[in-house]
C-alpha cells in the first residue's frame, strides 16, 4: 500500500479487502470496447478514400491536401488506439480497497487519481457480469449512492448519484457478500429510527457503534 492510500484511510478504519482487477480481462474489455466497431469501420472508410484519392492522375498534388487531412479526420482511430495501448498503464494504476467503513478505488493513465465512498452513503449494491467476465471467471461490483453528488454537465450543474464500482476481480462472490453486509449494516444504522442516536444503537441489529 502506497504513501496515497495510508492518507485517504483513517488510522480507525480496518482494512478487509484489498485487490486489482484480473489482467486479462481488463485488457480484453479495453480492447474489445464498443468504440471497437466504430473505429474499424472509420478506418475503412478513410483507407478506401485515401487509396481511390491516390490512384488518380494527380496523385502529388492530392497527397499535399489529403494525407494531412486524412490523419486529422482519422481522429476516432488514433482515440481507440490510444486507449488500447495505454490500458496496460491504466491497470498499474487501478487497485481497490474495502475497510470497515468505505470503498476506495484508484485509477488514471499518466496521473493517478484516488476516490472513496463511505459506506454510509452507499444505497445499492449490485453484482454484474459482462461476457470477457464470464470469460475469465471474473465479475463487477456496482454501488450507487443515496446522496446526489454536484455536478458540472455541459455548463450546467447536475446532480449524480453513482458510487464506486469494484470491476473484474475474481473472488467477486466474496467481495460482493462483504460489501452488501457493510453496507447493508451501516446505511440502515444511519437510516433507521433509534434511541436519537445514542452511543449505542438499539433501533437495529449492527456491530458498528458509536
Request: charged share 20%.
Amino acid at each position: 500500500m502506497d504513501n496515497e492510500w495510508t492518507l485517504l484511510i483513517g488510522k480507525d478504519e480496518k482494512i478487509l479487502y484489498a485487490g486489482r482487477p484480473d489482467k486479462k480481462c481488463f485488457i480484453f474489455e479495453s480492447i474489445f470496447n464498443p468504440l471497437l466497431p466504430f473505429a474499424l469501420l472509420w478506418g475503412l472508410f478513410d483507407s478506401a478514400f485515401i487509396g481511390a484519392s491516390f490512384s488518380s492522375d494527380q496523385s502529388d498534388k492530392v497527397a499535399l491536401f489529403i494525407v494531412p487531412f486524412m490523419m486529422l479526420h482519422l481522429m476516432p482511430v488514433w482515440i481507440y488506439l490510444g486507449g488500447a495501448l495505454l490500458s496496460f498503464r491504466r491497470y498499474r494504476n487501478t487497485a481497490y480497497i474495502v475497510t470497515d467503513k468505505a470503498i476506495y478505488a484508484s485509477g488514471g493513465i499518466f496521473g493517478r487519481t484516488y476516490k472513496s465512498k463511505p459506506f454510509a452513503e452507499l444505497s445499492h449494491v449490485d453484482l454484474h457480469r459482462g461476457i470477457f467476465d464470464q470469460w475469465f471467471g471474473v465479475g463487477d461490483i456496482i454501488t450507487s449512492s443515496a446522496q446526489a453528488n454536484p455536478a458540472t454537465l455541459n455548463g450546467r450543474r447536475t446532480s449524480t448519484n453513482a458510487g464506486i464500482s469494484i470491476d473484474s476481480i475474481a473472488n467477486y462472490a466474496e467481495v460482493y457478500k462483504l460489501v452488501k453486509k457493510l453496507q447493508t449494516d451501516i446505511y440502515t444504522d444511519v437510516m433507521y429510527p433509534n434511541d436519537l442516536r445514542p452511543s449505542e444503537n438499539h433501533g437495529y441489529k449492527s456491530k458498528y457503534k458509536g
